[in-house]
């Protein structure tokens, strides 16, 4: 077993909801994952400048505390800061894990876009922050269905004022890998390097949600929330006919493990090509975000066994 897992092991003991899966990163903080995303692309990428990291990072944090212009800070509990720190540090290491594998293959991904899947990752939900004079909408969490398209836009308009009017054009496609508004095989990105960095980026958004040992809590405390004021608990066809698709955030709760197991099958595995397996090449041999995966399944089934709604809803249901 090595260093970082017995990290992880102890971070879990400790109840250090607010660390990374390896225990070590705080990922409410942005300057603490900006200086780890650093240093792993320093690491990869020696002696190239990454200034552009800093910068990201400081607008990614004054937009969702409410300090960019024009904009309402962040309002959506489940997709918070804590959530985008966690899948853009995980990002980085996907990234990092994919070009240790391929540096002398000429597949890798590069430095230039690997700071591009940052700005990916950091931005990935700001679809979700409210403009400054919506009085449409009341919260953030009511664009759920549209939020990666807002994000789309945020990027286009966002990327020319830091000087890389370049990079957005494609990053407006590649941010489609974190959503459901359109599936991964019709974004139309012919470049097979940037369409293996939206993988990457769309599989960190999926792995380090479901590996936060808070995950089962906030999907049943905030998630659920956040689907019922984006109207997505409840579907109509286009004959109007409804479909119940969670009833409470108990039976949200209910329907998670195959959740899991089908985002790992199918989205991950099939859809992004089983990329998660980078995140092993990254730590040495562990892939820490698939352990925890499965604790947070494992728990949940345990529960879930007992039949009891009452123990789902007054359970920490968080591993300690």
């Not at 000429?106 to 591009?116: C, E, H, N, T």
């Not at 998660?276 to 728990?299: K, M, P, S």
């Not at 007992?306 to 249901?317: F, P, Q, T, V």
């Amino acid at each position: 077993m090595n260093s970082v897992h017995n990290h992880s092991v102890a971070a879990q003991q400790n109840g250090s909801l607010h660390l990374d899966v390896s225990g070590m990163i705080d990922v409410t903080n942005p300057d603490a994952v900006c200086r780890e995303v650093q240093k792993i692309f320093q690491h990869r990428y020696p002696a190239v400048d990454l200034s552009i990291l800093v910068c990201l990072f400081n607008d990614f944090a004054r937009l969702y505390r409410g300090e960019f212009p024009g904009y309402h800070g962040c309002e959506t509990p489940y997709h918070d800061i804590q959530h985008v720190l966690d899948v853009t540090l995980a990002a980085a290491r996907l990234i990092d894990g994919y070009d240790a594998s391929n540096n002398s293959s000429g597949l890798s991904i590069g430095v230039d876009l690997a700071q591009l899947g940052i700005a990916l990752a950091l931005f990935h939900d700001a679809g979700y922050i409210r403009k400054k004079g919506d009085v449409k909408h009341l919260h953030g969490a009511e664009y759920t269905r549209t939020h990666v398209s807002r994000s789309a836009r945020f990027l286009q308009t966002y990327l020319p004022t830091i000087g890389r009017a370049d990079w957005a054009p494609i990053a407006a496609k590649l941010v489609h890998f974190t959503g459901y508004e359109i599936p991964p095989e019709a974004i139309a990105v012919k470049d097979p390097q940037q369409r293996l960095l939206g993988a990457l980026i769309g599989t960190a958004d999926v792995i380090a949600q479901m590996a936060d040992r808070a995950y089962l809590r906030k999907c049943r405390d905030y998630l659920y929330q956040e689907f019922e004021m984006g109207g997505m608990t409840r579907l109509l066809d286009r004959w109007g006919s409804e479909t119940v698709v969670y009833a409470s955030a108990e039976h949200l709760l209910e329907k998670t493990p195959d959740f899991i197991r089908h985002a790992i099958d199918e989205r991950l595995g099939k859809q992004f090509g089983g990329l998660y397996h980078c995140a092993a090449r990254h730590f040495g041999g562990d892939n820490l975000y698939l352990d925890a995966i499965a604790r947070n399944r494992q728990h949940l089934e345990k529960l879930l066994a007992k039949k009891n709604r009452e123990l789902l809803r007054n359970e920490s249901l968080h591993l300690l």
